[in-house]
């Protein structure tokens, strides 16, 4: 029996679900469900979802499959469907590479992080005219807080060529305000920025409604 149809809580039925409210109302889960159709006799759907989506967090094109393989219950096939379907969509949607004009504009890109139970920490490299080169996942913390160093921040967009980067986080509390730490860490990202001639252009502290923007409010050192 298809695992999807098995399972007893809702949100594991992304079939349902998109008639009423369509692919946006889905959660990152409920999309991988979707694309996975059904678990496997070693592992249900309700296991392969986030664990594809972590591989995904990290990793992407050939890399990204070859993670994917390692999964068990995922083999080649399915690792095939998942690089491929996110390959054509960003073929279809992102042939050019999106733009940074303002907080709100990084807030789309990043939003998605922000239904997951833990604190995500994000760079992203932008060129001089403010695209994006990539989007990287730095740490995940626990339960709700995590912890990074400007080396983590800066390896990647060193080897991008960056001309700038905006760092990110959730916070999986709903709270926007920024607490001490955050603003530690913010100037300590924005100091190592101008050493590397990387500058920091903004930190966003974002939750699935709303952001905070540390260049917004005057905060960015």
Not at 79 to 97: F, K, S
Not at 187 to 213: C, K, M, N
Request: proline share 6%; hydrophobic share 35%; aromatic share 4%.
């Amino acid at each position: 029996m298809n695992e999807e149809l098995r399972s007893p809580r809702p949100h594991l039925r992304p079939r349902e679900k998109i008639k009423q409210l369509g692919p946006e109302g889905l959660s990152d889960q409920e999309l991988m469900a979707l694309i996975l159709s059904s678990g496997c006799a070693q592992a249900s759907i309700e296991d392969l979802a986030p664990a594809c989506l972590a591989v995904l967090d990290k990793h992407q094109g050939l890399e990204a499959y070859k993670k994917l393989i390692q999964i068990k219950g995922i083999g080649h096939s399915k690792a095939g469907q998942i690089v491929g379907t996110l390959e054509l969509t960003r073929r279809i949607y992102l042939p050019h590479r999106p733009k940074i004009r303002l907080p709100q504009d990084a807030y789309t890109i990043l939003r998605r992080y922000a239904d997951r139970p833990q604190e995500h920490f994000l760079c992203l490299s932008l060129n001089g005219a403010h695209e994006v080169l990539r989007t990287r996942l730095l740490t995940i913390g626990l339960l709700n807080r995590t912890l990074i160093h400007p080396r983590e921040v800066f390896a990647g967009p060193i080897k991008d060529r960056s001309a700038g980067v905006i760092v990110a986080h959730s916070h999986p509390s709903g709270n926007l305000d920024p607490s001490r730490e955050d603003r530690d860490i913010t100037r300590r990202i924005w100091e190592a920025g101008q050493i590397l001639g990387i500058p920091l252009l903004d930190h966003l502290i974002f939750t699935q409604t709303s952001f905070y923007s540390f260049q917004e409010s005057g905060l960015l050192c």
